[in-house]
């Protein structure tokens, strides 16, 4: 009991080391820093952040960054390869096309062209909450309907458990961390009658490894609560801004459908295009309770006006 408490603290302080890195993804941030969001003396923090994630805090950063920069070439064609080296805090762009280049064996020139042709058929495939199954049924496909609209939100503050692993494995265990979330939230009054259940990407399927899919179980809590972190319930802040959010009711094994709905029928239409934050769905109902066992659920996918390209 004792051993699983203490890896849960590990865990929860390395999860908020991810947190940051994932908030200030445009920003140079250094050993000490980390270290210190973590609690961990310099000395001994790198070596327990790879023990914890199986990946050294450069390569961690690294290849973060890296799949930041994909997103980027492919959405964002008012930045040059350039702005985005130096946006990512490469030191030049040659550094940057080497390092991209040795992660997906395409130069960033390259990737980009490849991006716009083939955009529509691959890329605006989500894969967010698919399963492997599930994209090889992808041709199967039902028809979905849903109200989809853009939306002005403003933040949220979540407590959450946080799992790493692909959607497969992750549908598995939801029972299991929904329970534990509500257990540690119930001790600390943190539930009422608005509280929502979300769960939170933080990887895009396309550019991350799925064994290393970051999601977060979360539950929305007052802006004054108070969490004890020590419990193994981590708090961060999903930012206001423009959402495209889509209101959907149906039925468990469409998850996937939905995302793509968003990707493939409404997104490339819409002016818009995805912004850096993290998508997540917001489950509107408890399905056990509806008369044809149907999930009521939001989705929302933070995005931003298209900029025509120079």
């Known amino acids: 009991m004792e051993h699983d408490k203490s890896k849960s603290e590990y865990q929860h302080r ?3 080391v991810q947190d940051y890195i994932e908030a200030h993804a445009f920003e140079s941030f250094t050993l000490e820093e980390l270290a210190q969001i973590a609690g961990f003396s310099k000395y001994h923090f790198h070596r327990i952040f790879k023990a914890m994630t199986h990946e050294s805090l ?3 950063v690294h290849r973060f ?4 920069s994909a997103l980027l070439l492919g959405q964002r064609d008012d930045m040059s390869i350039t702005d985005i080296a130096y946006h990512l805090g490469f030191t ?14 395409i130069s960033p020139t390259d990737y980009r062209k490849h991006y716009r042709k083939n955009c529509k058929d691959q890329y605006n495939i989500s894969r967010y909450n698919q399963s492997v199954s599930d994209m090889e ?15 002005n939100i403003e933040k949220m503050r979540v407590a959450y458990v946080r799992f790493t692993g692909n959607y497969g494995e992750l549908a598995n265990q939801f029972p299991v961390l929904l329970k534990q979330l509500f257990a540690a939230a119930q001790k600390q009054n943190l539930l009422d009658e608005k509280t929502r259940v979300l769960s939170i990407y933080h990887d895009h399927p396309e550019f991350t490894e799925p064994d290393s899919f970051k999601t977060s179980i979360a539950i929305t809590i007052a802006k004054e609560a108070k969490v004890d972190e020590s419990s193994g319930l981590g708090v961060m802040e999903l930012p206001a ?4 959010v889509g209101h959907f009711y149906i039925e468990q094994h469409l998850y996937s459908a939905i995302w793509d709905y968003i990707y493939e029928e409404w997104l490339t239409t819409s002016g818009y295009v995805p912004s850096d934050s993290c998508p997540f769905e917001m489950y509107m109902n408890d399905h056990t309770a509806d008369p044809n066992n149907m999930h009521l659920v939001d989705i929302y996918l933070p995005v931003e006006p298209i900029v025509s390209s120079k």
């Open 65 to 68: 960054k890296l799949e930041k």
């Open 241 to 244: 801004g423009q959402y495209l």
């Open 137 to 151: 049924k992808n041709k199967h496909k039902e028809r979905i309907e849903g109200q989809v609209e853009i939306l």
């Open 14 to 16: 390395i999860n908020k």
């Open 58 to 60: 450069s390569q961690y």
């Open 92 to 105: 030049d762009s040659a550094v940057f096309s080497r390092s991209f280049k040795q992660m997906y064996k």
